[in-house]
């Protein structure tokens, strides 16, 4: 058995025994290791506060003065936008007149 053989046959041990999952033991060691290390093992007891984003800059329009605050960057139209040659097109002979 040359090198690579070796090789390849112990990672496909490894590979057996992560697949297999960490003994009680195992995981005894390693909980101690991190205790021993300054980490905390348990989840903490309450969730932490959502952290708040910086206010970004006010937008600026085109002439250099930041937007209402009515004015949404997001807003999609919701129907059809009449096309100019529609527009340019006469009337129908069947549309009444009304003065």
Do not use: F
Request: hydrophobic share 40%; with cysteine.
């Amino acid at each position: 058995m040359n090198a690579a053989q070796k090789a390849w046959a112990t990672r496909k041990q490894k590979a057996a025994a992560l697949a297999a999952g960490p003994t009680a033991a195992q995981l005894q060691e390693m909980a101690a290791t991190l205790k021993a290390a300054g980490y905390r093992v348990t989840k903490p007891s309450a969730k932490a506060a959502p952290k708040v984003k910086a206010a970004a800059a006010p937008k600026l329009n085109a002439i250099g003065k930041p937007y209402s605050a009515s004015y949404d960057p997001n807003y999609k139209i919701r129907h059809k936008v009449p096309s100019p040659a529609r527009l340019c097109k006469p009337m129908p002979a069947n549309t009444p007149y009304v003065p």
